[in-house]
């Protein structure tokens, strides 16, 4: 079945730096990546849709300058936290979205998800 | 975009049978019903997807009536590791070129006891 890899799986960093999350497609090519974050107790809320090739898509009272996408190719899509605050601490999740294959639906696989901790 | 909404947790016991059962009124011709699996600390993990009636793969079943404004999930004889948040998403998931995002209700928090 589609494999999602996502990358790192937890990542500790000071306030004020970068962080990079990484996901790839590993079976399947993703023109559709999206980006999720979960905070405790609570349900994943999308952040943003990143297609390859453009621009992404963020939802609203997502700050994109702060949150930035890259989506280069069909199996890579990256999040960086920029300036990371304590209060980004938090679980990010990606998806990517099987356009291909056999039927008429499609499925979401996600990653694993990133556990961010801002100290 | 449709709406679900479902119970916010649930108890049962091992060996049990458990139905989670999510509303979704306002479901759209072209969507499709998407129930996800999801562990702490885990990315959630698709269990089983249909559009109409009856759809029953190794892991579960899921009952939609004709008119599509409800599902139920079947879990048969649940064990301890079924323990976990169950979402129930509703969306256009036809392939071409589909870039419609999924957007999470609360969930069904499941607690198996033994």
């Known amino acids: 079945g589609a494999v999602v890899s996502q990358h790192p799986s937890w990542v500790i960093c000071k306030s004020g730096t970068s962080v990079k999350i990484e996901c790839r497609s590993l079976d399947f090519q993703a023109t559709t990546m999206f980006w999720y974050r979960q905070f405790p107790k609570q349900s994943l809320m999308l952040m943003a849709t990143?297609?390859?090739?453009?621009?992404?898509?963020?939802e609203q009272g997502v700050e994109k300058d702060k949150f930035l996408i890259n989506h280069a190719s069909l199996t890579l899509s990256t999040l960086t936290v920029t300036s990371a605050h304590p209060e980004d601490s938090s679980f990010y999740i990606c998806?990517?979205?099987?356009?291909?294959?056999?039927?008429?639906?499609?499925?979401?696989?996600f990653g694993s998800g990133t556990r961010l901790t801002v100290v | 975009l449709a709406k679900t909404t479902q119970p916010i947790s649930m108890d049962s016991y091992e060996g049990q049978e458990v139905n989670i059962t999510c509303s979704h009124n306002n479901i759209a011709t072209n969507d499709y019903i998407t129930w996800y699996q999801q562990f702490p600390s885990q990315g959630p993990r698709f269990i089983i997807q249909?559009?109409?009636t009856k759809v029953t793969n190794e892991v579960a079943s899921l009952f939609i009536p004709a008119d599509r404004k409800s599902s139920t999930l079947s879990l048969p004889r649940v064990s301890l590791s079924d323990t976990a948040v169950y979402y129930c998403l509703v969306g256009d998931q036809a392939r071409s070129g589909n870039t419609g995002k999924l957007i999470f209700g609360q969930g069904t928090t499941l607690q198996v006891k033994p």
């Open positions: 249909g559009y109409k």
């Open positions: 990143s297609n390859e090739g453009s621009k992404a898509t963020y």
């Open positions: 998806s990517a979205r099987d356009h291909g294959g056999a039927g008429p639906n499609m499925l979401d696989t």
